[in-house]
T-cell receptor, first 111, second 114 residues
């Protein structure tokens, strides 16, 4: 059973547009939601993270919106740049001793 | 300089053989992990260690054996290799094992089994 789900699987936007990446989760005990990004042929790295005490976390052009009632998050990338082209993973630490990742959204920003 | 060193970066192995993937981290972290990434299953959790103790194991097959000789080492031994084991294996670490800690990933070891 997939604990963290992401959509869409892939997304193409034009430079300057806002990209919206979605994530949902099953376990209401999850208390921390990091987003990682991964560029081709590189390893994943932390981009931005949110705790459920907040419903919004902003870092420059990247904003997480969090809806605890619906168990959903979204990552908004405003003024998208070609350099933002990467795969984005939503993740959550489980009650055990692991961090589980969604299947990722591959974002392509066309100039 | 990379703070998490994985060796080798690339390897090709024959079906049925055995390989060891090496991981050393120089971040002073107390928790270490192995993840596997392939086209079929992106970033699949395998193992977590804390202070050299196995904490979680999501790998069904005993062919995968983590080995921690030092706190900053976590190697992965894979025996009886199968073509399905072909993937990039990422070692990661975090300050502690609990929630809220950022995972730092190594550059990965890309394994191809023929």
């Amino acid at each position: 059973q997939q604990q963290v789900r992401q959509s869409p699987q892939s997304l193409t936007v034009w430079e300057g547009e806002t990209a919206i990446l979605n994530c949902s989760y099953e376990d209401s005990t999850f208390d921390y939601f990091p987003w990682y990004w991964q560029f081709p042929r590189e390893s994943p790295a932390l981009l931005i993270a949110i705790r459920p005490v907040s419903n919004k976390k902003e870092d420059g052009r990247f904003t997480i919106f969090f809806n605890k009632r619906e168990k959903k998050l979204s990552l908004h990338i405003t003024d998208s740049q070609p350099g933002d082209s990467a795969t984005y993973f939503c993740a959550a630490p489980t009650g055990g001793y692991k961090v589980v990742f969604g299947s990722g959204t591959r974002l392509l920003v066309s100039p | 300089d990379p703070k998490i060193i994985q060796k080798p970066k690339y390897l090709v192995a024959v079906t049925g053989s055995e390989k060891i993937l090496i991981c050393e981290q120089y971040l002073g972290h107390n928790a270490m992990y192995w993840y596997r990434q392939s086209a079929k299953k992106p970033l699949e959790f395998m193992f977590s260690y804390s202070y050299q103790k196995l904490m979680d194991n999501q790998t069904a097959s005993s062919r995968f054996q983590p080995q921690s000789s030092k706190k900053n080492h976590l190697d992965l031994q894979i025996t009886a290799l199968k073509p399905d084991d072909s993937a990039t294996y990422f070692c990661a670490s975090s300050q502690e094992l609990n929630s809220g800690n950022t995972l730092y990933f190594g550059e990965g070891s890309r394994l191809i089994v023929v």
